[in-house]
């Protein structure tokens, strides 16, 4: 097998692995943010330091591309909650604008 073809092999498995950790970083983060609204402060402390544990961990374990797509995904997902949701009204006076 010529090397060209494991090296392209080997820059698709750095692909994956930042998409993944981005994706688990968005999952991760929305679910935390999620729970953390609606919890006890004991749940609440529990979430928090599960979240930087896992976070500290990657950054220690992960290489460097992929803690940083992990903090990426959940940046994402912390800015998500602050976007204003459109209220029912909206989308209906939108669908019935694209009509």
């Given at each position: 097998?010529?090397?060209?073809?494991?090296?392209?092999?080997g820059?698709?498995?750095?692909?994956?692995?930042?998409?993944?950790?981005?994706?688990?970083?968005?999952?991760?983060?929305?679910?935390?943010?999620?729970?953390?609204?609606?919890?006890g402060?004991?749940?609440?402390?529990?979430?928090?330091?599960g979240?930087?544990?896992?976070?500290?961990?990657?950054?220690?374990?992960?290489?460097?591309?992929?803690?940083?797509?992990?903090?990426?995904?959940?940046?994402?997902?912390?800015?998500?909650?602050?976007?204003?949701?459109?209220?029912?009204?909206?989308?209906?006076?939108?669908?019935?604008?694209?009509?």
């Open positions: 097998m010529p090397p060209i073809i494991g090296e392209l092999f820059l698709f498995g750095f692909l994956v692995r930042v998409l993944g950790f981005l994706l688990f970083g968005f999952a991760i983060g929305k679910f935390v943010l999620d729970q953390f609204k609606s919890a402060w004991q749940t609440q402390v529990a979430l928090a330091l979240f930087f544990a896992l976070a500290a961990s990657f950054t220690r374990y992960a290489t460097p591309g992929a803690a940083g797509a992990f903090a990426l995904g959940a940046a994402a997902a912390f800015l998500m909650t602050f976007t204003p949701k459109k209220s029912e009204e909206e989308d209906k006076e939108e669908k019935g604008k694209k009509k």
